[in-house]
């Protein structure tokens, strides 16, 4: 197990074409400064996955 990365566009994840699943467990979602990370996220949420972002993007990651 352990960790995993992927990398998807917020086009892929509103579509639902982003072929996760709950299986998975929990998701952080990364963007550059936060703010579409926030919106896939939402739609990830929607979609029945345990999914939550980065306030801040890369930079609050590298913060904390």
Known sequence: DGLRAGLL???QIEA???GL???LGPLLVVCERGVR???A???LR???LDAAHQ???VRG???K
Do not use: Q
């Open 37 to 39: 990370s926030g919106l």
């Open 46 to 48: 929607a979609d029945g």
């Open 55 to 57: 306030p801040g993007g």
């Open 21 to 23: 699943t709950p299986d």
């Open 61 to 63: 990651l590298a913060l």
């Open 41 to 43: 996220a939402r739609y």
């Open 16 to 18: 639902g074409t982003h």
């Open 9 to 11: 566009t917020l086009e």
